[in-house]
């Protein structure tokens, strides 16, 4: 899940480099933490967050098998 978060997000920003995804695991959830570079925030949450629901979208598709409930934070 964590290797299609961060293909999603380095295909949209202008510094792929920058881009830093990270997988956390707790009792109930799945967090993946995505940091980008400050210039590439809009790119990433879009207007009014739409990248970001689609983004979150995807994930929730492609995580419906795990046991576990997978969330997408944009820190």
């Known amino acids: 899940m ?3 978060v961060e293909y999603i997000v380095k295909s949209l920003v202008t510094n792929p480099d920058e881009v ?3 997988r956390v695991e707790n009792d109930d959830n ?3 933490e995505v ?3 400050q210039e590439d925030m ?3 949450i879009g207007k009014q967050g739409r990248i970001a629901k689609a983004i979150r979208s995807v994930v929730r598709a492609a995580s419906s098998k795990e046991a576990k ?3 997408v934070d944009i820190i």
Do not use: F, P, Q
């Open 69 to 71: 409930k997978v969330l």
């Open 20 to 22: 830093d995804v990270r």
């Open 42 to 44: 809009g790119k990433v």
């Open 35 to 37: 940091r980008v570079a």
């Open 30 to 32: 799945i967090i993946i």
């Open 2 to 4: 964590r290797d299609l």
